[in-house]
């Protein structure tokens, strides 16, 4: 019954599925190695719907952004530290989490569609790179922060362009 895991940074390659089920997992520190948390996990976490992982930390590594999809769906998540190397978070990957709160690092100066969409997120500041915040792909109704608990944003003073739809429904 394992409620908190650091793994150093020192750890340069992480298995699939170190954490098969471990569901009690609340706080999670570790390199950035993986594409989705589900691949740290396995199928078998039930983390998705509710599980008790509430905090993720993750450290510095060779990547440097954040995949399409990479923690979506992780309902449980309430607080994250992304580290201060990744430049680009990838399309819907904060999607449909609990995250209520988050501060981008200033080192991410790319963003891809609906990071955000129907995600708990209430209050964010996001990277002074922004330039651009990206709208929707082909539907009107999926916007950066679609959906979203969105109740207040800073916005960077360089940001140049907001794209269609992306405070859609907030």
Do not use: H, W
């Not at 510095?60 to 978070?89: C, V, W």
Request: aromatic letters at 10%; a negative charge.
């Amino acid at each position: 019954d394992i409620k908190e895991i650091f793994i150093p940074s020192t750890v340069k390659n992480i298995g699939t599925d170190i954490l098969y089920a471990c569901n009690n997992v609340e706080k999670l520190t570790m390199p950035y190695l993986f594409e989705r948390i589900s691949n740290v996990f396995g199928d078998g976490i039930n983390n998705m719907n509710g599980g008790k992982l509430s905090e993720v930390i993750l450290l510095e590594s060779d990547r440097t952004e954040i995949a399409e999809y990479a923690f979506s769906g992780m309902l449980s998540i309430q607080k994250f530290t992304l580290p201060n190397n990744i430049t680009y978070m990838g399309t819907k990957s904060f999607y449909g989490t609990g995250i209520n709160s988050f501060i981008m690092p200033n080192s991410v100066n790319e963003l891809g569609e609906c990071v955000f969409m129907l995600s708990s997120i209430e209050k964010i500041t996001l990277s002074e790179n922004i330039k651009s915040l990206p709208g929707s792909g082909d539907e009107p109704n999926e916007g950066f922060f679609s959906f979203s608990g969105l109740e207040s944003i800073i916005l960077p003073k360089n940001i140049e362009s907001l794209g269609p739809a992306c405070f859609a429904y907030c």
